[in-house]
Structure formats: C-alpha cells, structure tokens
C-alpha cells in the first residue's frame, strides 16, 4: 500500500548518491568503489542558473580513470574543457548535448567550461561539477506541500538504489530508495525547474480512489488493468469512447466528479478519494488544485502532452505502472509498441507528403505544428508532413495552429495525401462533405488521385496506440487501405 506526500522542489534527503548502473530494476550500492559502471548522481553550478545536466549520469570506472556522461538541458553546447583539454559534442544534431569527461576525485566540485552557441556568439561559461560516490550524503533543506507548513520533514537513512530506466521522456523520472530496514520507498520527479513537482510514496496506504481528470491517461491505465483503481472520472460516460472506461462507468465503479474547472468536493470527499491527476489546464485554475490539496487529495499534474517523442508520451504508461502496481504489464506493452514502431522504420522511407488538418467553422485550416507527436508519427512511418513551414504566428505550447485556406493552399495543394482530423470538427463521410467545408480542395493533388483519408474521433482518447496510428500512416503510405484501425478513407 502506498501513501504520496507531494513535495517541494529539493527533497530533504539523507542518501547515499551512487548505484550500479542497470536496466530496469533496482541493485544493491557498492560498498567500495570498483572498476565498473555505475549511476552517480552530479550536481552543477553556475553560470545564468537555467542550464542543467541529467542525473543520475553514467560513471565508468577503470584503471585508466574515472568518465562521467554528461548529458545536458540544451542541444546548444559544442565543446566542453576539463583542465583546458576540449572534449567535442557527442550528440546528434538536435538532440541535447553529450560529453564523457574525466574527472578524479568523487565528491568534490571541480572546474569545467561549456562552450554554447544559443548567444549571437558562442560563449564560454564556467561551471562547477560534482560527481558523488557510495557513501556521500546530500542535505538539501526541504518543505512539505500541498499544506503551507514551516515543518520540515527531514527522512533519515534512505539510499539510493536505483532508478526506472526511461528511453525516451523526458518529463518525469521514478527514484528508488531503501530505508534502514529494508523498506524500498519511491521517488517520482515530473517536471523540471519551476515547475519541477516531486513525489514521495511510502507502504501505507493505496491509490485505489484515484480522481481521473486527464483524459489521455485513462486508456494508458486501461492497458495495464488497473481501472480498479479508478473511483472518479473528470470526463462523463457519454464522452467516453474508451470502451471499459465507459462501462465502468455505467455499472456505477467509476463515478462522474466533474471537470477539471468544476469538481464535485462534496462527492470527492465522501467517497473518500485519495488521488487525482490532472493535466497542465489546472493551471488554468489553480485554485482547483489549491481546494483538492486542502481536502488531503494529492494532486499529480502529468505533463506528458511536453514530450515531443511520440515514444516519450508513451512511456508515461510505466509511471503508472509504478503508481498501481503494474509496472512489469506497463513495460511489456511499452516494449511490444516499441518494437512495432522499429519494425517499421526499417522500411519506412517513401519521400509521400502528407497533410493532416481540419477546417474550423470560419474557414481557417487548423493544423499540427511541425515536430509536434502527430507529424512525428507521419515521420516514423515515412511520410513528410505538410505544410513544414509555418510563421510562429502564435506562440503558445498548443501543438495545433490556425492558418488561412490561401497558405495551406500554397504548401498543401501537392501533397500525396490528405488525413482530415475528425477529433476537432467531427467525422466526415465522403470527399463531398469535404469539399463543402472548402472548393478550393478540389484542385489539390491528393483530391484528384482519391487519397483523402479522415481520422477517427475517438484516437484522440487512444493515446496508447502509438503504434497501430503509425501502421496506419504505414499502409496508407504504401497503398494498402484494408485493415486501417484509426484512419479510414472518405468515398468519392
């Protein structure tokens, strides 16, 4: 059973930095530091305060000397010095900076350079690195929230033994702890600086009255049967398209407590909730939030819509695995989408343009902004999505964006296909009911050789079927209109 306190942005910890370095699960700290690899904890200082390095880092050490892997915040970093020896860039173009330094003592800061081009010219900035080993203490100050209390909680005699290996979020991050008899504890991090939120679960009590208000998370906890879990739902039966959630619902095990903006406290605190998560909108109403903590109902925001891999958004499926005891049927259903998705990228090049879109009630077009998750999906399937250039004309974190008929018209009018999204203005029928909504379709390449598809108004509750979105791009892409899942063609 388990008990979450949220807490503030440091936990006040006493642990021990540094654990073998392994997959998935948790290993013993050594005692003495041997050849080998390792996940060691770093912490960095100075400069402008907004950059930062992934921790735990990979640590190697040997007889010719200890490396750290340093993976940072931003792609922005070229070269780093140690001691004036420069050490290149070992990322990707686009991906975050990496580099493997040396450094010779655990436990104490010593001096590195960071040479970034984010400026109109590249700057050096001098930081401190440290890089802790088995034995060393961390002693942040913390202040449990969501209560404004001046109580610190001070948790003795945990250490770190290991973290939930992630490939691709970048959004959250689970921690484990031992305490002294033995007892794992769970640390979960979502976010990062101001709005970093930390999570702290002991063996008390169970997340089984869990107010789900985040749309996309329900089939994510479905997939790993954990809807038990489930009392309350922020979204009514009749909006469900989810089939279990609706039926659920229906016998009367998961109750409707209102959106995210309008809760039903009365019933939330009669029922005896224990759990809510949210999506970022709360922040919209923040008072929301305030009223349920005051209630005693610890608050998850899930940021997960913040993960521009496709895969990232979703392996947030393993944190709730964590949360409701299924993280081995979370990883295996992660695992088997993955390998689907690899599968078809060893054959996914066909250079087909593809356009996905709606059209509001005014004749705006309303499309996805490149590098968002949908027009990364197209991308793994091997399509190009259009239209690839578009003014930030608004700047927001939405992934969708208004443009006029005239400019999806210049940059779409070629493109090999057409997917209308039905999950914004509803489900069309046939390329005439299309073409009501804007003549000027009908000149455009994939109207004329009847490639005009539209997605379904349910895969916007879908959010596990990453795969089965990117097989139907896929086949769609190589001609094959039999078997779609999501998407289906619109008749002549």
């Given at each position: 059973?388990k008990r979450?306190?949220?807490?503030?942005?440091?936990?006040a910890?006493?642990?021990?930095?540094?654990?073998?370095?392994?997959?998935?699960?948790?290993?013993?700290t050594?005692?003495?530091?041997?050849?080998?690899?390792?996940?060691?904890?770093?912490?960095?200082?100075?400069?402008?305060?907004?950059?930062?390095?992934?921790?735990?880092?990979?640590?190697?050490?040997?007889?010719?000397?200890?490396?750290?892997?340093?993976?940072?915040?931003?792609?922005?970093?070229?070269?780093?010095?140690v001691?004036?020896?420069?050490?290149?860039?070992e990322a990707?173009e686009?991906?975050?900076?990496v580099?493997?330094?040396?450094?010779?003592?655990?436990?104490e800061?010593?001096?590195?350079?960071?040479?970034?081009?984010?400026?109109s010219?590249?700057?050096?900035?001098?930081y401190?690195?440290t890089?802790?080993?088995?034995?060393?203490?961390?002693?942040?100050?913390?202040?449990?929230s969501?209560?404004?209390?001046?109580?610190e909680?001070?948790?003795e005699?945990?250490?770190?033994v290991g973290?939930?290996?992630?490939?691709?979020?970048t959004q959250?991050?689970?921690?484990?702890?031992?305490?002294?008899?033995?007892?794992?504890?769970?640390?979960?991090?979502?976010?990062?600086?101001?709005?970093?939120?930390?999570?702290?679960?002991m063996?008390?009590?169970?997340?089984d009255?869990t107010?789900?208000?985040?749309?996309?998370?329900?089939?994510?906890?479905?997939?790993?049967?954990?809807?038990?879990?489930?009392?309350?739902?922020?979204?009514?039966?009749?909006?469900?398209?989810?089939?279990?959630?609706?039926?659920?619902m229906?016998?009367?095990?998961?109750?409707?407590?209102?959106?995210?903006?309008?809760p039903?406290?009365?019933?939330?605190?009669s029922?005896?909730?224990?759990?809510?998560i949210?999506?970022?909108?709360?922040?919209?109403?923040?008072?929301?939030?305030?009223?349920?903590?005051?209630l005693?109902?610890?608050v998850?925001?899930?940021?997960s819509?913040?993960?521009?891999?496709?895969?990232g958004?979703?392996?947030?499926?393993?944190?709730?695995g964590?949360?409701?005891?299924?993280?081995?049927?979370a990883?295996a259903?992660?695992?088997?989408?993955?390998?689907?998705?690899?599968?078809?990228?060893?054959?996914?090049?066909?250079k087909k343009?593809?356009?996905?879109?709606?059209?509001?009630?005014?004749?705006?077009?309303?499309?996805?902004?490149?590098g968002?998750?949908?027009t990364?999906m197209?991308?793994?399937?091997?399509?190009?999505?259009?239209?690839?250039?578009l003014?930030?004309?608004?700047?927001?974190?939405?992934?969708?964006?208004?443009?006029?008929?005239?400019?999806?018209?210049?940059q779409?009018?070629?493109?090999?296909?057409?997917i209308?999204?039905s999950?914004?203005?509803?489900?069309?029928?046939?390329?005439?009911?299309?073409?009501?909504?804007?003549?000027?379709?009908?000149?455009?390449?994939?109207?004329?050789?009847d490639?005009?598809?539209?997605?379904?108004?349910?895969?916007?509750?879908?959010?596990a079927?990453v795969?089965?979105?990117?097989?139907?791009?896929?086949?769609i892409?190589?001609g094959?209109d039999?078997g779609?899942?999501?998407?289906?063609?619109?008749?002549?």
């Amino acid at each position: 059973m388990k008990r979450i306190t949220i807490i503030a942005a440091v936990l006040a910890l006493s642990l021990t930095a540094c654990s073998f370095f392994n997959n998935n699960r948790i290993e013993e700290t050594a005692a003495d530091i041997e050849d080998g690899n390792y996940s060691c904890h770093v912490t960095l200082t100075g400069g402008s305060g907004k950059a930062t390095v992934e921790s735990p880092a990979e640590v190697v050490v040997s007889d010719e000397g200890n490396t750290v892997k340093l993976v940072w915040s931003s792609s922005h970093y070229d070269y780093m010095k140690v001691e004036d020896i420069r050490y290149d860039n070992e990322a990707a173009e686009g991906e975050n900076s990496v580099f493997t330094i040396p450094f010779s003592e655990f436990d104490e800061e010593f001096t590195v350079i960071g040479d970034t081009t984010a400026m109109s010219v590249p700057h050096e900035i001098e930081y401190g690195l440290t890089v802790y080993a088995p034995g060393s203490k961390l002693h942040p100050a913390v202040k449990l929230s969501p209560k404004e209390s001046d109580e610190e909680i001070i948790l003795e005699d945990l250490t770190y033994v290991g973290s939930l290996k992630l490939d691709y979020a970048t959004q959250f991050t689970v921690d484990y702890y031992k305490d002294a008899v033995g007892n794992i504890e769970t640390f979960i991090n979502i976010g990062e600086g101001e709005n970093l939120e930390q999570y702290l679960f002991m063996d008390e009590d169970k997340l089984d009255k869990t107010y789900l208000v985040s749309t996309s998370v329900m089939d994510l906890i479905s997939k790993i049967d954990a809807l038990d879990n489930i009392r309350f739902s922020g979204t009514d039966s009749k909006d469900w398209y989810i089939k279990a959630a609706k039926e659920k619902m229906s016998s009367g095990d998961i109750l409707y407590a209102g959106k995210y903006s309008a809760p039903d406290y009365e019933l939330l605190l009669s029922e005896g909730c224990n759990f809510a998560i949210e999506n970022t909108m709360i922040y919209h109403n923040p008072e929301v939030k305030e009223k349920l903590e005051e209630l005693g109902i610890t608050v998850l925001v899930e940021r997960s819509s913040y993960e521009q891999n496709p895969l990232g958004r979703l392996e947030w499926i393993k944190l709730y695995g964590v949360l409701f005891d299924k993280l081995d049927e979370a990883t295996a259903f992660f695992e088997d989408q993955e390998s689907r998705i690899k599968e078809i990228s060893k054959s996914a090049n066909t250079k087909k343009t593809v356009a996905f879109f709606s059209i509001s009630s005014n004749g705006q077009v309303v499309v996805r902004k490149p590098g968002d998750y949908i027009t990364s999906m197209i991308s793994m399937a091997g399509g190009n999505y259009v239209p690839a250039e578009l003014e930030a004309a608004e700047d927001n974190a939405l992934s969708t964006q208004k443009i006029t008929m005239e400019d999806f018209y210049l940059q779409a009018k070629d493109a090999d296909i057409l997917i209308y999204n039905s999950t914004i203005e509803g489900e069309l029928s046939d390329v005439t009911e299309l073409l009501s909504k804007a003549e000027i379709l009908e000149g455009f390449k994939a109207v004329k050789s009847d490639n005009v598809y539209c997605l379904g108004k349910d895969y916007f509750q879908k959010s596990a079927d990453v795969a089965e979105f990117i097989e139907d791009i896929y086949n769609i892409l190589k001609g094959n209109d039999s078997g779609l899942k999501y998407i289906y063609k619109l008749k002549e």
